[in-house]
């Protein structure tokens, strides 16, 4: 999961991007890095770290030009302790070009191998990223032979590249001396948007509230399958080159990833968290009467408008029971579980006069490895709450995600091959409610009823792309990043900090 942006501006761009980025940082905290075109010339700075450290003053001198693009990475393939590996990746050759991705390749290996056999390309890193450049600058070489550059010779590409490649992937490419390159999967599993700025400065991203924040308005998403090029001069350029394109965008972007602010195809991500609130509620009922709850209180952050929505309701007092120390850093991220468990505490402190002598339900986005949900139930306790009840706006999160979140293994998910009582008993609740599949895709796809469906792979198991199975899940699963981290540090998606506090 990562956040991308490209700009196309008659201005300077660098503070443009470092201030989208900055908007994007909820999705990559691991990387950040921008690169500029000035005439023909590319300036790139890019670093392990968040962005406000990654870029110093003298960094952003050296990113001169009115074209640019950015990304802020938080790895699911290749090597996360590895600096080469920040984003954007660059090649030489056709014109000079480089990439920022958003999502996973499910068919990486074979592409790399294929593309030092027959393409002829060498692949530096254990990137996906990298694999996904050196296939889109082959197929653009094959494209132009040697002719100026068209729109139709950059489709044309893109179109190759769709037929190669397999995944999640949104994209954008700056061509040196051309333009800017966006497009999605045929799936359009990540998202990305396209926004323009009253002074006509374009700019695609990979959420809305980043253009809203940056002064441009947004104009429509970039539709699955879909490329658009956008000149220097500012004009776009679209077309659909996958032949068979459908929607189906990540269901876990609106549980979880994306901010509440933004809208994600068509549909605004806190009315999704409003939506599952009140679905969940129904489920609610049917397991806890809602006169032995005697407060709603949420887990910071992003489960507060599932939470408000459900009290609502239910007509029940809706409380504030956690505050977030905003200043700990990624605490998660801890080698060893004792000490993980202790970071929760450190994150994390309980009001404890909303606990005390109280029937508590407690609502979270989603519950993952259970770990953190285990000790947040604990500490409920310790503040005095004669019952703790859990509910998850999500349903039990049972397979691996192939896409670009960085979901543990299957052994790592504490409701893989588990019941929800076997589940509630090693997170030590009275009470666990999940939110049912189908009752979460009703709530968010009733939002937009021109979505082909979702992808909610690590919810029911069904991937869309239908190029995997339990082989090629163990692969990726060999190659996951962090199995080498000698720090033991937790990668997983608990390691994120919440939209909200990005």
Do not use: W
């Not at 605004?268 to 969940?280: D, F, I, K, P, T």
């Not at 459900?310 to 080698?335: C, D, Q, S």
């Not at 029937?359 to 019952?387: F, P």
């Not at 893989?416 to 589940?423: A, C, L, S």
């Amino acid at each position: 999961m990562c956040g991308i942006v490209g700009v196309v501006s008659g201005a300077p761009v660098n503070q443009l991007i470092y201030d989208a980025l900055l908007l994007l940082q909820h999705r990559g905290q691991d990387a950040a890095g921008i690169v500029t075109q000035l005439g023909r010339k590319f300036h790139m700075h890019k670093a392990k770290g968040m962005v406000r450290d990654v870029f110093r003053t003298r960094n952003m001198r050296a990113l001169p030009g009115n074209v640019g693009l950015g990304q802020v990475r938080y790895p699911t393939a290749g090597n996360a302790y590895s600096e080469e590996e920040a984003q954007p990746f660059y090649v030489n050759a056709p014109f000079g070009i480089v990439l920022v991705h958003n999502g996973n390749l499910t068919n990486a290996q074979a592409l790399k191998a294929e593309l030092f056999t027959s393409d002829h390309r060498h692949i530096n890193t254990e990137s996906d990223s990298e694999v996904l450049l050196n296939v889109f600058a082959h197929e653009l070489e094959r494209a132009t032979r040697g002719v100026p550059l068209q729109p139709d010779d950059v489709f044309r590409a893109v179109a190759n590249v769709h037929k190669r490649v397999r995944g999640s992937y949104a994209v954008i490419a700056l061509i040196a001396g051309h333009g800017v390159l966006a497009f999605r999967d045929p799936f359009g599993i990540r998202p990305l948007s396209l926004g323009r700025s009253k002074d006509g400065t374009v700019m695609v991203a990979s959420e809305s509230v980043t253009l809203e924040g940056t002064g441009h308005t947004l104009e429509r998403h970039v539709q699955p399958g879909e490329a658009v090029f956008i000149d220097l001069d500012g004009k776009v350029h679209a077309k659909q080159c996958a032949d068979a394109p459908k929607l189906y965008p990540c269901i876990f972007e609106y549980v979880y990833l994306a901010r509440p602010d933004s809208m994600l195809d068509g549909i605004s991500v806190y009315q999704a968290r409003l939506n599952l609130g009140a679905s969940l509620a129904k489920r609610v009922v049917s397991t806890v009467p809602p006169n032995e709850i005697d407060v709603v209180i949420p887990i910071p952050e992003s489960s507060r408008p599932s939470a408000t929505q459900l009290a609502h309701l239910l007509g029940l007092p809706y409380r504030e029971g956690f505050v977030k120390n905003r200043y700990v850093g990624r605490t998660f991220i801890m080698p060893g579980q004792g000490v993980r468990k202790k970071s929760v505490r450190q994150k994390l402190n309980v009001i404890a006069s909303e606990f005390k002598g109280r029937n508590v339900l407690l609502v979270d986005d989603s519950i993952v490895r259970g770990t953190t949900s285990r000790e947040i139930v604990q500490m409920a306790r310790d503040a005095g709450a004669k019952k703790v009840y859990l509910a998850s706006a999500a349903p039990p999160v049972r397979y691996p995600n192939v896409y670009g979140i960085d979901m543990p293994t299957s052994s790592e998910l504490v409701a893989h091959g588990r019941t929800v009582d076997e589940v509630r008993e090693i997170i030590g609740c009275d009470a666990l409610i999940y939110q049912d599949v189908d009752g979460m895709k009703r709530a968010i796809g009733s939002l937009n009823s021109t979505l082909d469906g979702f992808d909610a792979s690590c919810f029911d198991g069904v991937y869309v792309t239908g190029d995997i199975n339990p082989e090629d899940i163990e692969k990726i699963n060999e190659a996951r990043i962090g199995q080498e981290d000698p720090l033991g540090e937790d990668t997983s998606r608990l390691a994120l900090p919440n939209a909200e506090e990005a």
